[in-house]
């Protein structure tokens, strides 16, 4: 090394160190050294804090309830982003089976102008008109099948049979819950959500994919469940089998979800039951719980509403009709004290309009399920809502 090379090297080494004393001597910035945990921004306690829900009924200074819900139903509408154009249902029979007090029967029918649809009708005996149930399946992520989770398939490959018979011994107590109910009475329909049983496709892994894609068209996840649910309502109300006075929505978890958004939507819902799927969103928006991970949240996420309304904000939309919500004490996906948030603004709701006796909330012993008891007692209060006793 020559002479020139070695002042040129101790220059350069002089060079370093005093960069690397400067740089020590800089003081702590306090800048974000990660931005994300737990799948949640590091600012998820401001954000979360900063859910007021001003288009809330509890919100409102007005006192017209009635003016209040009006708005605020077609705020929720317009959330739910664009809907299919609609179609004649144009039903077709093409299976039936007689079982112990009803027929059940597999139809096809247009649930829009996009989408032709396989779907369970179940029809008690004797004569009509009678009152309905709308069944709304859960989500499970299960997605083979999907009306197959309230009622028993039939004509179907034994796997959909046991897939099916395995899933209500877990979750419904070993029983079909549209059966039970058309042998008490009751018509009923079930038809698969996009993505589960004969509308499969993405399954599990595929669902923020399918998501995205549709924020992409012009459309939500949720916004499609929303108006599909709505078209299969009107579907069932348009039946000359059915008294439209008494069509009531049913569902399980995020079938749950699904009744309860249907009544709040239309005032075709006389009555709904509402199993395991109900809480605050600022309660559910913390880490660890099933909501912030992703995947089965965009079944239920209508992107800009959070701002506006809180869950049981939308679900006071169906006040002053009967509503019944239950939930488990120790359910890990429904925090106890998350629930007990929401049902505590729902109460303040029906009360405020004199309906206070029309919404039953309650806590049964157990986890995330809807057990023959629930079902025995939920049952019971339906009769009782349709003057069915």
């Known amino acids: 090394m020559t002479c020139l090379q070695r002042k040129l090297l101790f220059s350069v080494l002089a060079l370093v160190g005093a960069g690397n004393a400067q740089i020590a001597a800089f003081p702590d ?47 929720v509408i317009d959330h739910l ?18 079982r112990v007090g009803y ?13 032709r649809v396989s779907a369970y009708l179940l029809i008690p005996e004797g004569k009509g008109p009678f009152p309905a149930v709308l069944l709304l399946h859960d989500h499970g992520a299960r997605f083979d099948i999907g009306k197959e989770k309230t009622v028993r398939p039939f004509q179907v490959e034994p796997a959909r049979l046991q897939a099916a018979q395995e899933w209500v ?27 589960w049983g004969d509308r499969g496709g993405a399954g599990k892994e595929g669902q923020q994919a399918l998501a995205s894609n549709l924020f992409n068209l012009g459309m939500s996840l949720a916004g499609v469940v929303a108006w599909e ?51 605050g969103r600022r309660e559910l928006m913390a880490p660890g719980n099933n909501l912030t991970k992703g995947q089965s949240s965009y079944t239920t996420l209508h992107p800009g509403l959070p701002r506006l309304l809180d869950y049981p904000d939308v679900a006071g ?39 206070g006796d029309r919404l039953v909330t309650r806590f049964w012993p157990g986890g995330h399920r809807f057990s023959r008891e629930m079902q025995e007692a ?9 003057d069915r006793r």
């Not at 995020?254 to 005032?267: H, I, K, V, Y």
């Open 29 to 75: 910035t306090g800048f974000q050294r990660f931005g994300v945990t737990g799948y949640l921004p590091v600012f998820h306690d401001q954000a979360r804090r900063s859910l007021t829900f001003p288009g809330s009924w509890l919100a409102d200074s007005s006192g017209d309830f009635a003016a209040w819900r009006s708005a605020t139903r077609q705020i």
């Open 81 to 98: 982003f664009a809907e299919p154009p609609r179609a004649p249902f144009d039903p077709l029979i093409i299976e039936e089976e007689r």
């Open 103 to 115: 027929t059940a029967r597999k139809l096809v029918f247009n649930l829009n102008a996009w989408n």
């Open 169 to 195: 011994k877990g979750n419904y107590g070993g029983r079909f819950i549209g059966d039970e109910l058309a042998r008490r009475g009751y018509l009923c329909l079930a038809v698969d959500a996009l993505n």
């Open 229 to 279: 649910d709505l078209a299969a309502l009107r579907f069932l109300a348009s039946r000359p089998d059915v008294d439209t006075t008494r069509i009531t929505a049913m569902g399980y978890s995020f079938g749950s979800f699904r009744a309860w958004q249907l009544a709040a939507l239309s005032e075709q819902v006389r009555a709904a039951v509402c199993i395991c799927w109900m809480a």
């Open 317 to 355: 939309l169906a006040c002053p009709r009967a509503m019944l919500f239950y939930n488990g004490e120790t359910d890990p996906l429904f925090p106890q004290h998350a629930v007990q948030t929401a049902y505590d603004k729902m109460r303040r709701i029906w009360e405020a309009q004199g309906a």
């Open 378 to 386: 939920a049952f019971d209060w339906l009769d009782e809502q349709l």
